[in-house]
């Protein structure tokens, strides 16, 4: 079983503390992946400090041991993938930096993570989701739009949540979405999240959930507001989807991702140019794109033989 508790190291050494800042600054790496970096390094030197070992002693050989530990105490290798690329991250930069002479983690395999393929929803079923919220209440208004938003533009949950006020034009049907690495893009704006917007953004609707009195700096400019009146977060939007799962039984099943996954897929499925979809969700290579591929070829195969009546010799 993988022991999910973080072995306790009083103080990162400073060489840690200038490569985080060095992602923050130089990378515009986001403040979750900051955090998850400074996890996955606290276990790094709680297993060197196990060892008896300083950061300027470690070799080769005890990069390659603590990848080995990770997987005996059970982590799911996209979980001992990411964090041995925070440990070989590090090193890489405290040989440029000339904090050390060598790259101790420079020859040690990349651990490999079998790549899934995306779970995404059926039509039907994206449909059923977005009908499940019921009524016009200002909840019920926001709830719609978030969906229709995750669904119809293919965002990531934190991009939604880091919507603003002034991203969002109805009037040319396109907003701006803050991705990772801070990087821009526009995405489009479809005629029923365009709709759903519509509704939310308005008195009745958003306004109905403002503060007299605004508690942080920047709840003000929020597209996306909880009950009461703050900027949306993660989890708070992550509960939404969730709530609507429940209801048509779609369960553990659904996630914010899934949605996105859905909207590729779709949109692959309908005839959509790959780089076209790469551009819409953002991705910097079109590798991670072209996965959506598989799925559409996999779903036109699997209607084929459902289909056709020499597909499977059921013919006379």
């Not at 470690?58 to 005996?72: E, I, W």
């Not at 009950?227 to 989807?241: D, E, F, I, K, M």
């Not at 794109?289 to 010799?313: C, F, M, N, W």
Request: with cysteine.
């Amino acid at each position: 079983m993988v022991d999910h508790i973080v072995e306790d190291v009083d103080a990162l050494p400073l060489e840690v503390e200038d490569f985080l800042t060095h992602l923050a600054v130089e990378k515009g790496r986001s403040t979750n992946t900051l955090v998850s970096y400074r996890r996955d390094l606290r276990h790094y030197f709680a297993h060197l400090a196990r060892q008896g070992r300083t950061l300027h002693e470690v070799t080769q050989d005890d990069v390659t041991s603590y990848v080995h530990s990770l997987r005996a105490r059970g982590f799911a290798p996209a979980s001992v993938a990411r964090m041995s690329v925070a440990v070989r991250g590090l090193h890489r930069f405290m040989l440029a930096e000339d904090h050390a002479d060598d790259d101790p983690a420079a020859d040690v395999e990349a651990p490999g993570v079998p790549r899934g393929l995306p779970k995404a929803l059926t039509e039907d079923e994206v449909t059923r989701l977005i009908d499940a919220v019921i009524g016009d209440t200002p909840p019920a208004r926001r709830d719609r739009a978030i969906l229709e938003v995750l669904y119809g533009c293919g965002v990531r949950i934190s991009e939604l949540c880091g919507l603003s006020l002034g991203d969002v034009d109805l009037d040319s049907s396109t907003m701006r979405v803050l991705g990772k690495g801070s990087k821009e893009r526009v995405v489009p704006i479809g005629r029923f999240a365009a709709r759903a917007l519509d509704q939310w953004l308005c008195a009745p609707g958003r306004g109905a959930l403002e503060p007299d009195r605004w508690r942080r700096r920047g709840d003000a400019e929020a597209v996306f507001l909880n009950v009461r009146g703050g900027r949306l977060t993660r989890q708070g939007a992550w509960g939404v989807v969730h709530k609507y799962g429940d209801r048509v039984g779609l369960g553990d099943a659904l996630t914010p991702h899934v949605l996105r996954h859905s909207c590729a897929t779709h949109m692959l499925d309908h005839g959509a140019d790959i780089r076209t979809v790469q551009e819409l969700l953002g991705h910097a290579s079109i590798t991670t794109t072209q996965i959506y591929t598989k799925v559409s070829t996999e779903r036109l195969v699997q209607v084929y033989l459902d289909a056709h009546p020499r597909a499977r010799g059921r013919a006379a």
